[in-house]
C-alpha cells in the first residue's frame, strides 16, 4: 500500500464505530450467536456463584449455632425435637439421621440393638453424602463453562475472522478501513468466552475447596456423635440382652 492510499484508509477506519454494540451488532450471525450464548452462561454462573456463596455462609452459621448447642450439654431429646422437622445445616441433618435410627432402634418391639451401631454408620454416611450432593449441585456447571467458554469463544473468533477474510477477497481491498472491523469482531468473542471462564473457574476452585470443608466438618462431627451413641449402645447392650 502507498502512502496515499494509507492516509485514504485512515479516516475511513477512524470512522468506523468500534464500540462494543457495535462489534456484535455488525459480527456475523454465527458469532452473534457465540456471543450471546456466552452472555447468557455467564449471567447464569454468577447467579449460581451468588446463590451458592450465600448457602455455605448460611450453613456455615447454622453449622456453628448447631455445633455450640449440642455441646452446650442440652439433652439430646430436646435437640431432636427442635431438629427433626427443618435440619438447617448438615451437622442438624446427620444428627437427626442417627437419632431417628437410634429411637427406631430402642422403641421398635424388636429393639434390635445388637447391629445398632454399624447402622448409625451407615445413615451417618449416606445424610453426610447426601449433603455434599445438596452443596455440590450446579458446581458442574461452572466447571464446564470455565474449561469450555474459551474454546467456544475461539470458534467464533475463528469464523469471524474467516467471514472478515471472505469480505477482504471480495472487495479486493486490503486497506485497514476492510480488515480491522471484522477482525476486532472475531476477537470481541474471544473476549466474551474469556470474560466468561475466568469468574466461573476461580469461583469453581473456591466453592469446591468450600464443600470440601463442609464435608471434612460433617465427618468429624458424625465421627465424635457416632462414639458418644456406640458407648451408650455399650452401656443399654446388657440390658436389651
Known sequence: MNPADAMAAMPAAAAHDFSLWSLFWNAHIVVKAVMIGLLVSSVWCWAIIIDKTLLFRRTKAAATRFEDTFWSGQSLEELYRAHQENPD???????????????????????????????????????????????DSRLLFLASIGSAAPYIGLFGTVWGIMNAFTSIAASKNTSLAVVA?????????????LFAAIPAVLAYNKLQAEVARQQARMEGFADEFSAILSRQIDERLPMAA
Open 89 to 135: 445445616s448438615g451437622l442438624a441433618a446427620t444428627f437427626v439421621a442417627a437419632m431417628r435410627e437410634w429411637k427406631r432402634s430402642f422403641e421398635g418391639s424388636g429393639r434390635q440393638v445388637a447391629s445398632l451401631s454399624r447402622r448409625i454408620d451407615k445413615v451417618l454416611d449416606v445424610t453426610i453424602q447426601r449433603e455434599v450432593e445438596r452443596l
Open 181 to 193: 472491523p471484522g477482525i476486532a469482531e472475531a476477537l470481541f468473542a474471544t473476549a466474551i468466552g
